[in-house]
T-cell receptor, first 115, second 112 residues
């Protein structure tokens, strides 16, 4: 069966510091990968998605970036964090099957606090 | 994606069936109904999805009305661990890069 891992679970960072969050998927090949952010008490905001190695699409302009160096690895980064970057970051995957209709499956998230 | 309307909160007794309604009166013919839930401080968990026919899996059943304007998620024997926010999402067939848009959802509290 497929599993998704995110780390770290919680992170406290000062303003202006860099960020690297990692997500890996096991048990499947060539998944679609997603990064979401969930602000406190609010819905999900899609940040980035990827359909393959090195292929990244950005949904929202911001000071975050994403990379997919390997098939099942998705990394969320920032060079200089802002206070507004605080939130609950979620990685998700879905099967890449022609015709779609595949649900997305989420990791346990990283709770990021910027001080 | 079509807008959905769900009750803000519901209570259910442990061991009883939990029936969570969702209205999606503007749903289009090619839009699916998805259900997710989110337990506090965890990532959303996929439960079930369907297009026209009723669906059942090991977690729940999904009943979609004939006109597809509403649906009900049924947890047949609710446990305390089913306490969570339940999200009903209506969206077109998922393709690569498709986003999930979560509304407010229903806070289900299962009581002992």
């Amino acid at each position: 069966s497929q599993t998704i891992h995110q780390w770290p679970a919680t992170l406290v960072q000062p303003v202006g510091s860099p960020l690297s969050l990692e997500c890996t998927v096991e048990g499947t090949s060539n998944p679609n990968l997603y990064w979401y952010r969930q602000a406190a008490g609010r819905g999900l905001q899609l940040l980035f998605y990827s359909v393959g190695i090195g292929q990244i699409s950005s949904e929202v302009p911001q000071n975050l970036s994403a990379s997919r160096p390997q098939d099942r690895q998705f990394i969320l980064s920032s060079k200089k964090l802002l206070l507004s970057d605080s939130g609950f970051y979620l990685c998700a995957w879905s099967l890449s099957i022609p015709g779609g209709n595949q649900p997305q499956h989420f990791g346990d998230g990283t709770r990021l606090s910027i001080l | 994606d079509a807008k959905t309307t769900q009750p803000t909160s519901m209570d259910c007794a442990e061991g009883r069936a939990a029936n969570l309604p969702c209205n999606h009166s503007t749903i289009s013919g090619n839009e699916y109904v998805y259900w997710y839930r989110q337990i506090h401080s965890q990532g959303p968990q996929y439960i079930i999805h369907g297009l026209k026919n009723n669906e059942t899996n090991e977690m729940a059943s999904l009943i979609i009305t004939e006109d597809r304007k509403s649906s009900t998620l049924i947890l047949p024997h609710a446990t305390l661990r089913d306490t969570a926010v339940y999200y009903c999402i209506v969206r077109v067939e998922e393709t690569s890069g498709s986003r999930l848009t979560f509304g407010e959802g229903t806070q289900l509290t299962v009581n002992p």
